[in-house]
């Protein structure tokens, strides 16, 4: 396989059929596989480029592939396509070194741009984990405890309740949190809390 090779893992043939439709109208080369399993038995630890993997499948999930990928050694970059994203989830993946997480359905610009960033090199340095001290003391002691809770996955009322706080002041400090660590949403909260960094920015 080329080292530009963009494997597409998803148990739905239709989105198979649209994201290599997609890719390889702008020159990727991609290879298809309708489950975790079906990848594993053809995969070699040579293979390089970047791996399109759906979240929930049926047998091994994706988190599970990408762990037995992770613990082989292998050099394959991953992003995750789902319909049914979660934090706790997008939070797992991110930890594990995903690309990006994207949410079904979305759009071609936004599918190659992930591709694009799954197909750089890996960086060879992590960053350091977002904290309210790696922020340099900008959150408040009442927005770190809120952050914490967030990137869990809690929801906001879940959140209230622990804090001893209605759920409209959680978000409150959810936008100031937003606000000032620069994530645009909670999914690239949890990617930056994971990495220390936010998803790597697109190429103009």
Same mark, same amino acid.
């Given at each position: ?28 080369? $991609? @290879? =298809?596989?309708?489950?975790? #399993? ?5 995969? %070699? ?7 399109? /993997? ?76 977002? $904290? @309210? =001290?790696?922020?340099?003391? #900008? ?5 770190? %405890? ?7 996955? /809690? ?18 400090h959810k936008a100031r949190i937003l606000q000032k660590t620069g994530a645009a949403n ?19």
């Amino acid at each position: 396989m080329h080292h530009r090779t963009v494997y597409i893992v998803d148990d739905d043939a239709g989105v198979r059929d649209a994201v290599s439709l997609v890719l390889s109208l702008e020159g990727h080369a $991609t @290879a =298809s596989f309708c489950s975790a #399993e079906a990848f594993l038995q053809a995969w %070699q630890p040579h293979w390089q480029g970047c791996l399109l /993997l759906d979240l929930k499948m049926q047998g091994l999930s994706g988190l599970d592939l990408q762990r037995r990928l992770q613990q082989a050694g292998s050099p394959l970059r991953v992003v995750f396509m789902t319909a049914h994203g979660d934090v706790a989830a997008a939070r797992e993946a991110f930890l594990a070194d995903a690309v990006d997480f994207l949410e079904k359905p979305f759009d071609p610009p936004q599918l190659l741009a992930a591709v694009a960033r799954g197909l750089r090199p890996s960086p060879t340095a992590k960053p350091r984990p977002l $904290t @309210a =001290s790696t922020l340099g003391g #900008e959150l408040s002691p009442r927005e770190a %405890q809120v952050m914490a809770l967030l990137v869990q996955g /809690l929801p906001h009322r879940q959140i209230a309740g622990a804090l001893g706080i209605s759920p409209r002041t959680v978000e409150v400090h959810k936008a100031r949190i937003l606000q000032k660590t620069g994530a645009a949403n909670i999914v690239e909260l949890v990617h930056r809390h994971a990495t220390g960094s936010p998803p790597e920015p697109t190429q103009a």
